[in-house]
């Protein structure tokens, strides 16, 4: 318990140094960290009659492997190279069941789709960027990632905001009921609602 509460007094990138010295728990503190955040990677991926649990367990895999390769050289947040790895993991995950069923999964984003009307660039293309991260490509990364939340907020609704934050900070279809006094079949009819405006606006 001391030791954790070490751990919270120090940066990310600190704890990597001294896990690299052979302070080899401060992995299990990091994932223990950065599980929520796997989590709600593991949830955006909307897809329809996928395992979550195998999901998030793609996107653990994405966090251990940050953990080992991140740099500090790289001059890149721990943090924003953490979610590069832990995203890419997961599209790589969803790639690898479509190759299985040899059928499109028609309840994802397609990593093909371009990211937005006056960008030539796929979503590909930015987790490809990950081998090489730096900070120009990081903040254009979140510059378009905020776009096309932008014009998707103006296509929903206010009980579909709800819905969407909800279930992107990892709450599922019985919970998010639950906390709007809905019926999880109303919530499970506004995702599929916003699966499509997604779909059009990305």
Aim: net charge negative; glycine share 4%.
């Amino acid at each position: 318990m001391q030791r954790v509460a070490e751990y919270q007094n120090q940066t990310d990138e600190i704890l990597i140094e001294q896990l690299r010295s052979g302070q080899e728990q401060i992995t299990d503190y990091i994932m223990d960290k950065y599980k929520n955040l796997v989590r709600k990677r593991a949830n955006a991926m909307f897809l329809m009659g996928g395992d979550t649990d195998d999901l998030i367990q793609e996107g653990m895999i994405g966090l251990f492997k940050a953990i080992r390769d991140y740099r500090m050289e790289k001059d890149v947040s721990f943090y924003h190279f953490a979610d590069l790895c832990i995203t890419r993991q997961i599209y790589h995950a969803v790639e690898a069941s479509q190759r299985k069923k040899h059928q499109p999964l028609n309840t994802y984003i397609s990593l093909n789709a371009q990211m937005g009307q006056e960008s030539e660039d796929t979503l590909q293309d930015l987790l490809e960027s990950v081998e090489n991260p730096n900070p120009e490509q990081l903040l254009i990364d979140q510059e378009n990632a905020n776009d096309i939340q932008e014009k998707l907020y103006k296509n929903l609704s206010k009980f579909e905001r709800q819905v969407l934050l909800l279930y992107l900070q990892g709450s599922n279809y019985r919970q998010i009921a639950k906390q709007l006094h809905k019926e999880p079949k109303a919530i499970d009819n506004a995702l599929q609602r916003i699966r499509g405006k997604i779909a059009k606006n990305m």
